[in-house]
T-cell receptor, first 112, second 113 residues
């Protein structure tokens, strides 16, 4: 297993378009997290899954954002009607139970 | 006020120096504390985690937590140019385990040969 995989690595989109990112966690990890990181800032929590259940969502996750984790394996994060303020690095992480997170390399979103 | 505060740096040191990186936090409920290292255009990598107050050592790295003063430190001995990165501290309230981490802004460290 090569760790947490995120795809694409970089996405450039026009304002108003929808985008979808994918995260493949470490296979035995039952917990999956999405964070957002803007330049010069630390990662900010967006949402958390335990297996396929989405258990917690930040208020940062507006109604334009939706995340899924069908079958408790990979996860997708969709942003509808993108805005320039959505430009950021979107990080996925996974963990097994209460162990420390392993982050992926992130998807860098640029909204033009 | 942010829950976790860090000086953004950059902190520049010569190779071989002892580095001290620090954070303060405001949430008294924090029980778990972590240090992550992040290279440019990469995801954060877990370096150390500690539970409650005390010290934890791993090779050249020592993490220290003082809950009475809400102060978190990471010491790097014999610093190397490969240690040049951004170091992020994070806390968690323990009631949710590792479900949600609150990060500082990160301190950029530059180790010159």
């Amino acid at each position: 297993d090569t760790g947490v995989s995120q795809d694409p690595r970089h996405k450039i989109t026009k304002r108003g378009q929808n985008v979808t990112f994918r995260c493949d966690p470490i296979s035995e990890h039952n917990r999956l997290y999405w964070y957002r990181q803007t330049l010069g800032q630390g990662p900010e929590f967006l949402t958390y899954f335990q297996n396929e259940a989405q258990l917690e969502k930040s208020r940062l996750l507006s109604d334009r954002f939706s995340a899924e984790r069908p079958k408790g394996s990979f996860s997708t994060l969709e942003i509808q009607r993108t805005e320039q303020g959505d430009s950021a690095m979107y990080l996925c992480a996974s963990s097994e139970g209460g162990s420390g997170y392993t982050f992926g390399s992130g998807t860098r979103l640029t909204v033009v | 006020q942010k829950e976790v505060e860090q000086d953004p740096g950059p902190l520049s040191v010569p190779e071989g120096a002892i580095v001290s990186l620090n954070c303060t936090y405001s949430n008294s409920a924090f029980q778990y504390f972590m240090w992550y290292r992040q290279y440019s255009r990469k995801g954060p990598e877990l370096l150390m985690y500690t539970y409650s107050s005390g010290n934890k050592e791993d090779g050249r790295f020592t993490a220290q937590v003082d809950k009475s003063s809400k102060y978190i430190s990471l010491f790097i001995r014999d610093s190397q140019p490969s240690d040049s990165a951004t170091y992020l501290c994070a806390g968690n309230d323990g009631n949710t385990g590792f479900q949600k981490l609150v990060f500082g802004t990160g301190t950029r460290l530059l180790v010159s040969p």
